[in-house]
T-cell receptor
Framework: AQKVTQAQTEISVVEKEDVTLDCVYE???????LFWYKQPPSGELVFLIR??????QNEISGRYSWNFQKSTSSFNFTITASQVVDSAVYFC????????????FGGGTRLMVKP | DAGVIQSPRHEVTEMGQEVTLRCKPI?????LFWYRQTMMRGLELLIY????????DSGMPEDRFSAKMPNASFSTLKIQPSEPRDSAVYFC?????????????FGPGTRLTVT
């Protein structure tokens, strides 16, 4: 069975602060894929990143960065210099090689960035 | 390119009525997913199609729910009869299937209210 845990249900920061959203996963698959999605107040789910289990390189995209560590089964997401527009619910998700692309989602972390 | 299209965006109906939600996946995608999102249960996968064939419907709550995919560009999720506890946001997503763990792209969702 697969499981994704986002222990932080809500985080509140002040604009320009850095913030890290935690994601811990469980899977028995040797090959798997990790994802982050953003759900802004408007409600749509926006794909942010996909990571393969055999590629542990960290990734940076503008103010966003992701830290993948197989040793701790974690795939954390950091927003640098947060902005009010970053306010959203962020979901971490997992797909195993034997899961036919089905995603297991974490419970989500609600990020509130205050001006 | 057009993303995943869902209709209607909002649906309000009375208990006992039939509800049909519609989805048009991204052209070229061969996998389609229906999800339900509620505050209590988060994001739940209802059913997954690959090449128009239902692969996993273990998430379908009960016999009142049914889904079809008559061709590669259209899918429906039907609830008959509807109940107040079916009130939720229903998302359709599509992706490519393959060993690369392709990401799913979500539609804007249909907000269903059953009174």
């Amino acid at each position: 069975a697969q499981k994704v845990t986002q222990a932080q249900t809500e985080i509140s920061v002040v604009e320009k602060e850095d913030v890290t959203l935690d994601c811990v996963y469980e899977t028995r698959d040797t090959t798997y894929y990790l994802f982050w999605y953003k759900q802004p107040p408007s409600g749509e789910l926006v794909f942010l990143i996909r990571r393969n289990s055999f590629d542990e390189q960290n990734e940076i995209s503008g103010r966003y960065s992701w830290n993948f560590q197989k040793s701790t089964s974690s795939f954390n997401f950091t927003i640098t210099a947060s902005q009010v527009v970053d306010s959203a619910v962020y979901f971490c998700a997992l797909s195993g090689d034997n899961a036919g692309n089905m995603l297991t989602f974490g419970g989500g972390t609600r990020l509130m960035v205050k001006p | 390119d057009a993303g995943v299209i869902q209709s209607p965006r909002h649906e309000v109906t009375e208990m006992g009525q039939e509800v049909t939600l519609r989805c048009k996946p991204i052209s070229g995608h061969n996998s389609l997913f229906w999800y339900r999102q509620t505050m209590m249960r988060g994001l739940e996968l209802l059913i997954y199609f690959n090449n128009n064939v239902p692969i996993d419907d273990s998430g379908m709550p009960e016999d009142r729910f049914s889904a079809k995919m008559p061709n590669a560009s259209f899918s429906t999720l039907k609830i008959q009869p509807s109940e107040p506890r079916d009130s939720a946001v229903y998302f359709c997503a599509s992706s490519l299937t393959g060993g690369e763990g392709y990401e799913q792209y979500f539609g804007p969702g249909t907000r269903l209210t059953v009174t």
